[in-house]
């Protein structure tokens, strides 16, 4: 059985960095292209960065570039999103996604999460002003 758990996320101040982790059980991660999404309360859900499996190639959306760094570590099966110099409007629930497949346009698949196999439950990140 697979099971996608999420962590971290909270409230914190703007400017200041929160990191989610994100590991995968019953599946090895070496297969799946992976991404980080965010919906806010009245708003589409929103992908914010994606990875490949092998780590080397990573997709921001622009709100987040020099801000947000996306990594994974295969060997612990886990996925992170390094958020600093967090805004106000970083404000939403953050869920970690793992789309199968390794030759996966990291562009399409966070311009659309629809193909997404295993979703995360979700973790909340509020950052006040």
């Known amino acids: 059985q697979v099971q996608v758990l999420q962590s971290g996320g909270g409230l914190v101040q703007a400017g200041r960095s929160l990191r989610l982790s994100c590991t995968a059980f019953?599946?090895?991660?070496?297969?799946?292209?992976m991404g980080w999404f965010r919906q806010a309360p009245g708003k589409e859900r929103e992908g914010v960065s994606c990875i490949n499996w092998s780590g080397r190639d990573t997709y921001y959306v622009d709100s987040v570039k020099g801000r947000f760094t996306i990594s994974s570590d295969n060997a612990k099966n886990t996925l992170y999103l390094q958020m600093n110099s967090l805004e106000p409007e970083d404000t939403a629930m953050y869920y970690c996604?793992?789309?199968?497949?390794?030759?996966?346009?990291?562009?399409?698949?966070?311009?659309?999460?629809?193909?997404?196999?295993?979703w995360g439950q979700g973790t909340q990140v509020t950052v006040s002003s």
């Open positions: 019953g599946l090895s991660i070496d297969y799946y292209t």
């Open positions: 996604a793992l789309r199968s497949g390794t030759s996966v346009s990291l562009y399409d698949y966070c311009s659309d999460s629809s193909s997404t196999n295993y």
